[in-house]
């Protein structure tokens, strides 16, 4: 049987120049007495951008490392508990917006009332529109990013306007695009080629592909804009491709590229976006016998027998083309710590390992082996 299941979202608003209105508006979608989540060096341009148009806010709050560690977590919900805070306004990339629905989750385990959020994304990491968002336990024999989906979490609004993304670092935003795309792929794992996950997924792929594969080598994006190699128009169609890319997260589950990257990040600190820009091509030639041929619907109307195949390629050669890291030993992961992620993978998801085929187990050790 298939099936469609929707969040609770509110609004998304989007378009140039759309922020002081957006953000004005926040409190009739219940976003009222908020705090603001950010990073340090975004506290400018929300004093810039936000402040002035943000109506009750309490403050801004910047103690958010990545990858939403417990003890973060918890130092920033003591600082709504402090403030008196009904709301949160989430000003930054996966790990801000990932932290501010784990508050609001831990909000409503001691108060009863989960924290409304709205997003305000700086990446296109795609957080702003799920449910999903993981802790990462730091107290346990060993660091590991535990998952939690939790429909009361998602941003009941979100707002995308090129200007949240002229301040990103180049790596950081250009290997979030790849992580919007590793949604809109793997998100086909179980679902069929007619569900309305499939045929966004597709739009939104292409969408980002046709502008990453024109963007300019080594450029950050302001110079970029500025010598007209790409427009703000560029980036607004990347935040949609981004949406549509993540349209429905609540139908679908993630596969193998995400869960090595859930266990590089959480348990070896490397950058969430990055893993995918390593695991992403090569999980799909790996699992093409498992879900593969439902990938055609990525070809732009090409009949091909090995869809994956074809689409990894693409994929592949705009990471190279962006100058992204695409092998662990670029990002200096310790080839001995190999078997302990294999370890990891196969006690936490046994059932995205298995798209390996059989003897997945053996067939792990040396796929993990070729991404370094």
């Known amino acids: 049987m298939n099936q469609l299941n929707c969040l609770p979202q509110d609004a998304i608003f989007w378009g140039h120049d759309i922020l002081p209105t957006a953000v004005a508006s926040l409190d009739q979608h219940g976003i009222r007495r908020p705090l603001t989540f950010t990073v340090e060096p975004l506290r400018d341009f929300h004093a810039q951008h936000l402040q002035a148009h943000v109506k009750g806010g309490l403050g801004v709050f910047t103690d958010l490392p990545p990858h939403a560690p417990d003890v973060g977590v918890r130092r920033a919900l003591e600082a709504c508990l402090h403030a008196g805070a009904d709301s949160i306004i989430a000003l930054g ?5 990932d932290a501010a629905k784990a508050v609001s989750h831990l909000h409503h385990q001691e108060t009863g009332r989960h924290l409304a959020i709205a997003a305000l994304p700086t990446t296109f990491s795609g957080s702003e529109f799920s449910h999903y968002f993981g802790i990462t336990e730091t107290t346990g024999p060993q660091t590991f990013k535990r ?11 979100v707002a995308l306007d090129p200007k949240l993304l002229l301040n990103t670092p180049r790596e ?75 349209f429905f997260p609540a139908s679908v589950i993630y596969g193998l590229s995400h869960r090595i990257g859930h266990i590089l990040g959480g348990t070896f600190g490397l950058p969430h976006s990055i893993t995918s820009c390593i695991t992403l091509a090569p999980v799909l030639r790996a699992c093409a016998e498992s879900y593969g041929d439902k990938l055609q619907i990525f070809c732009r109307g090409r009949a091909t027998s090995n869809a994956a195949a074809l689409l990894a390629d693409r994929i592949s050669n705009a990471v190279e083309h962006l100058g992204l890291p695409h092998r662990l030993r670029s990002v200096d992961f310790d080839r001995a710590q190999l078997p302990r992620v294999a370890a990891l993978l196969q006690q936490n998801y046994a059932n995205e390992v298995g798209d390996l085929g059989d003897g997945n187990g053996a067939t792990l ?4 082996e070729s991404l370094w």
Do not use: C
Request: zero cysteines; hydrophobic letters at 45%.
């Open 93 to 97: 990339g996966g790990s801000v917006i």
């Open 147 to 157: 998952s939690y989906a939790v429909r009361e979490t998602v941003p009941k609004v």
């Open 172 to 246: 950081l935003l250009l290997s979030s695009a790849i992580k919007g795309i590793d949604h809109a792929v793997e998100g086909m794992r179980q679902v069929t080629i007619d569900h309305p996950h499939a045929i966004l997924a597709a739009a939104g792929v292409e969408r980002f592909l046709a502008v990453l594969e024109k963007w300019p080598q080594q450029l950050d994006t302001q110079r970029a804009l500025r010598e007209r190699h790409v427009t703000t128009d560029d980036l607004l169609q990347l935040q949609l491709a981004a949406w549509q890319s993540y």
């Open 365 to 368: 050790n040396g796929f993990l």
